[in-house]
Structure formats: structure tokens, C-alpha cells
DNA sequence: ATGGTCGTTAGACGA
């Protein structure tokens, strides 16, 4: 089984290019990022027709996470519990969103960005991190051999080379010492990362900014991860950065992550 | 040089 994460910025201005990425790479979970759109404007029929099954939620033109499998889509969930809030109505952001695929839990997640250290949406960012944590820790201690994908845009760089300098970040969001200890929280408590090993850095990114020629430089951040539960990470065959599909006109500014699993 | 570029939208805001 082959199971993709892609902060895809905008499904509707980008359905060609992820219907096209599905089929070149034979993908048959993704889970989607900001697809900036409510549930009635995500374009479903062109992947009914592709033959995957989509779960969405999206409230407005912010956020929004989606999951598309052609391996069944069962049980969904929309939000963790315990998912803090931000703003008003509705109580939770559309940022995260369950559902089990070929006899995996996969979690399509958007960490909120956090914007800057003393931006309360920094403290947002940490607290949903830990609430994380903990529905994270629940589901394992219920079922330790669960097979749970925790995947998406985490909006954090783990290490200083997961960013092309890090002496552009200091004093920024993405490596401060509290979201680096709220990523590593998740990991000691049973999340691998199952794609690094296959990736290796320096210089491997999953982003890159639009402005200033990012991508053409190479200057680039690692902050979209794949964190699996023991049983998925011991599934886990092989890992690959889709670089590719962040060149050319009209790419999102991350590429595609994927993830492949033995049957 | 305190900008740059996208996406949402119709003046900004978010990333």
C-alpha cells in the first residue's frame, strides 16, 4: 500500500495536478492540507471517477484537510479529541481529520502555523501539539498494535538542518526550542518518523517559499512528516520526497510525501 | 533595499 501527505494550498486551483500526481505515483491513501475550501466546493467527482473515495471538512476558505483512499475509507472522524479551538464559530478549525484506510488509522493533519513567538496563535500551535499528544498516547494505550499514520504539514522543523539556514530562523516560529520539544513529545511517545530514514538530509526539504527563488536555490524547510505507531512503522518499506511536483507553473509551495507500506 | 509570491477573495489576510 502506498499512502501520500501533500499540503496541497488550494484544491480547487490545483485538482489537476493532484488527480495527475494519484495516478503517476499509483497512490492509493492521501491525505490533503489547506485545501481552502468547504465541504460543497471540494471537486469530488474527479476523484470518484479516478475511483477513491474522499473524506473532507473545510469551513471557509481557510485550512480544510481531506483523505482520499481506494483501499476503503471507514470511520471518520473530523478533529482529535480534545482539539483546542481558535476564534469563533465553529469552536474547532478544520485541521485535522481521521479515518481508517486499508486497515490503517490515517490522521490528515494541519498544525496551525503560529505565526510568531509572541503571537497567541504561537501559543495555539503548542497547545493543539500537546492535545495531540495526549489523543495520540489514548489510542496507543487502547490498542497498542494499532496501525496509526500521523501525517500532514507539522509547521515544524525538528532539526537545524531541516531548514537552508538556520541562522534566517532565529527568533522564528518552526524551530523554537517549545515546538521542536512538542514534535519530539509525540515521537517519544510512539510516533516514528518512517520517511527520514529513506530521506536523509542535509538539504532535504518539503517546502519551499514562493517568493525570493526558494526552490530554485534550494533553500527549502523539512516540516511535513509522515509519524507512524509501531505497528505502522514496522509495515513501512520505503519513503520519497516528490520533489518534482513543486517545479513548474502552478505547484504548491510543498511537495507531496510518500509512504510505502507492505501489504 | 524590512521587499519578494501565492491563494483566498474584492481590501486585505494568511502562509
Known amino acids: 500500500m502506498r499512502l501520500a501527505t501533500w499540503n496541497v494550498n488550494s484544491i480547487r486551483s490545483r485538482a489537476d495536478r493532484v488527480a495527475a500526481f494519484l495516478q503517476r505515483n499509483d497512490v492509493d491513501v492521501l491525505a490533503l492540507q489547506e485545501t481552502k475550501c468547504r465541504d460543497d466546493q471540494f471537486p469530488q467527482m474527479m476523484f470518484d471517477a479516478l475511483g477513491y473515495e474522499v473524506a473532507h471538512v473545510g469551513y471557509s476558505q481557510w485550512n480544510g484537510v481531506a483523505i482520499l483512499s481506494r483501499v476503503g475509507l471507514d470511520d471518520v472522524t473530523v478533529g482529535f479529541p480534545g ?48 492535545a495531540l499528544r495526549t489523543a495520540g498516547a489514548v489510542w496507543l494505550a487502547e490498542d497498542p498494535a494499532a496501525s496509526v499514520a500521523l501525517v500532514g504539514d507539522w509547521n515544524i522543523a525538528p532539526q537545524d ?38 530521506t536523509p538530509g542535509p538539504g532535504v526539504y518539503t517546502y519551499w517559499d514562493y517568493t525570493q527563488l526558494r526552490f530554485p536555490r534550494r533553500e527549502g524547510m523539512r516540516i511535513d512528516f509522515a509519524l507512524g505507531s509501531p505497528a505502522f512503522a514496522a509495515r513501512t518499506t520505503g519513503a520519497l520526497i516528490d520533489r518534482e511536483e513543486r517545479k513548474g507553473k502552478g505547484a504548491s509551495d510543498h511537495a507531496p510525501v510518500i509512504v510505502d507500506l507492505a501489504d
Open 83 to 130: 482539539q483546542p479551538a481558535w476564534g469563533e464559530t465553529p469552536a474547532t478549525e478544520a485541521r485535522a481529520l481521521g479515518a481508517t484506510c486499508g486497515g490503517v488509522r490515517v490522521w490528515s493533519l494541519y498544525v496551525p502555523n503560529g505565526r510568531t513567538l509572541a503571537d497567541p496563535h504561537y501559543q495555539y500551535k503548542l497547545a493543539w501539539l500537546e
Open 161 to 198: 538542518d531541516d531548514v537552508w539556514d538556520i541562522g534566517v530562523f532565529a527568533h522564528s516560529t518552526h524551530v523554537s526550542e517549545p515546538e521542536r520539544a512538542a514534535f519530539r513529545a509525540i515521537v517519544d511517545g510512539g510516533y516514528t518518523d518512517v520517511v527520514r530514514p529513506y
